[in-house]
Structures are given as structure tokens and as C-alpha cells.
């Protein structure tokens, strides 16, 4: 794989939006110039049901099409995953992982199996319901993944997105600035954690 290709594993529940943030990434960041894809794991994708979901980000083409096996970047929908499906499987040790959480990431350390690379967490749940009076953690947890890997600057991503919503959500000017809100809201809460640690930067 090139050097300057960004790989991500979502892991959610069918349902929670991973495979809606994996392909809104993917959108996103094709719009910035960017060589993408953005595809889900088939399998039973009944509601509650563990699901993973990929990206591929880069600056040239890309010419692989199967599975990631070790990403850079794992985004973790849903804590109670942790209890059950091996997050860190293949995740490189330069790379980092974001948690959906209300924890700290002292209290979420002994879930990750020794992974010694960088960990972040988010209250997505927190951060939706404050901006949108409702639990739908995508936009939080896609905010994430920009400000941890960074994939792209965070000025740029909000343009793109407040084009993206304002085109998907024309007649509910309401659930454009609900959205917005969350992805700043979530960027400005990972401000220290990604001062102090580092993006990514992959590309």
C-alpha cells in the first residue's frame, strides 16, 4: 500500500450510521481531491447488529479493492463492541483509534487489548443530543475521524459538509445547523487531546 494512503476500520451496529460516516468520508474527501473508497463488510446488517465499515483515503489512484487488514485509523462506534469484537486487530502501532464514550481514556485503556498507539475518545452521545435534541452519532464520530487523521483541514472539511447537508437537507434548515453543530462541537472537544498526541497524517 503507498505511503501516503490513509486506511480506516468503523466497527458500529447496524443502525448507528458507520457505513453512512464511511461513505460521507469518502464523499467528502473526494471533493477535496482526493482518491477515495468507502465500502461496507456485508453480512447480516439487522438493527443492533456489529457491522464494520472501510475507507480508503489518498493522493494518488488506488489500485487495491479487498478488505483493510491493518488500518491506521479504527473508529469505534459503539463502546459495548469492545466487550465483544477485537477492534485493535491489525491496527498499526503508529496509528490511533477514537471511541464513542462517556469515559475517559484511562477507564477505556484495559478494553483495547495493549494497543500502545494513540487513543481518543468522544461523547458522540453527548455532543448529538446537546446539537441535535437526538442520539445519532455519525456526525460526531466522523468529525472525529477528520481532526484524528488528519485527512483533511478542519475549515475545509466544514465547508464541504455545510454544502453536502444544505443539498441533502434543503427543506430542514434546522437539521443542516443541528449537524453543523455537532462536527464543530466534536472537532473543538478533540482540540487538546490532538495538540498534544499528533494526527495522523498518513498522506
Known sequence: MS???LEIRWHGRGGQGAKTAALLLADVAFKTGAYV???PEYGPERMGAPITAYNRISKSEIRVH???YTPDLVVVVDETLLLSVDVTAGLKEDGAIIINTPKTEEEILPLL???PGKVFVVDARKISVDALGKYFPNSPML???VAVSGVMEEEEFLSEMTASYQHK???KPEVIEGNMKALTMTLESLAD???T???LNVM
Open 3 to 5: 505511503k501516503n494512503t
Open 37 to 39: 473508497q468507502g465500502f
Open 66 to 68: 479487498s478488505n483493510i
Open 113 to 115: 487489548n495493549g494497543y
Open 143 to 145: 468529525a472525529a475521524a
Open 169 to 171: 437537507f434543503a427543506k
Open 193 to 195: 487531546a490532538v495538540r
Open 197 to 199: 498526541k499528533g494526527r
